[in-house]
T-cell receptor, first 113, second 117 residues
């Protein structure tokens, strides 16, 4: 089974803080993704990475950056958290097969006060 | 324009009955894939079923089936014999194109399904 682990289920941060959301996968997968989920909007892609040190912007990258120093770990960084970044954040990876199904972590619910 | 549209924000179904969750999509690509995910209150997104645009038969996975109507660009999820544990958010998603090197998905807004005992 694919295992995707997000380091925190719940986080509360203050406006202006630097926030790190960590995601680890144990299957040596190349592609990893960060989404945010808001009611009525579904999931929107923030960034993705297809290899170590490689990253691409998704649909809503503003206010975020990412880091992929090791294949198994993909970090989402909020340089200066703002209240409009209060959301559910989901990390995903792809199992190597024709369907390229994305498998998700349990999510991190971030509140910025 | 929305690429994935789920028109039912919320639905009720009686336990043991079948239910259809609607999904329409918009793409000009000939090659694409359609996915359904379930998200219980715990938050984790669980993959349910996949349909490729060139698949001639509708996908089935246990109690889940995908009613794929290519000409109408719809990919409705059918859950047979609903169970209380089926209560969750359901998301339809699409992956477009051969050159989608990142295998990015576009998601719909979701449908909340509530199963009544």
């Amino acid at each position: 089974d694919v295992k995707v682990t997000q380091s925190s289920r719940y986080l509360v941060k203050r406006t202006g803080e630097k926030v790190f959301l960590e995601c680890v996968q144990d299957m040596d997968h190349e592609n990893m993704f960060w989404y945010r989920q808001d009611p009525g909007l579904g999931l929107r892609l923030i960034y993705f990475s297809y290899d170590v040190k490689m990253k691409e912007k998704g649909d809503i990258p503003e206010g975020y950056s990412v880091s992929r120093e090791k294949k198994e770990r993909f970090s989402l960084i909020l340089e200066s958290a703002s209240t409009n970044q209060t959301s559910m954040y989901l990390c995903a990876t792809i199992r190597g097969e024709a369907k390229n199904i994305q498998y998700f972590g349990a999510g991190t619910r971030l509140s910025v006060l | 324009a929305q690429k994935i549209t789920q028109t039912q924000p919320g639905m009720f179904v009686q336990e043991k009955e079948a239910v259809t969750l609607d999904c329409t999509y918009d793409t000009s690509d000939q090659s694409y894939g359609l996915f359904w995910y379930k998200q219980p209150s715990s938050g984790e997104m669980i993959f349910l079923i996949y349909q490729g645009s060139y698949d001639e038969q509708n996908a089935t996975e246990g109690r889940y089936s995908l009613n794929f109507q290519k000409a109408r660009k719809s990919a409705n999820l059918v859950i047979s014999a609903s169970q209380l544990g089926d209560s969750a958010m359901y998301f339809c998603a699409m992956r477009e194109g051969w050159d989608n090197a990142g295998n990015m998905l576009t998601f719909g807004g979701g449908t909340r399904l509530m199963v009544k005992p």
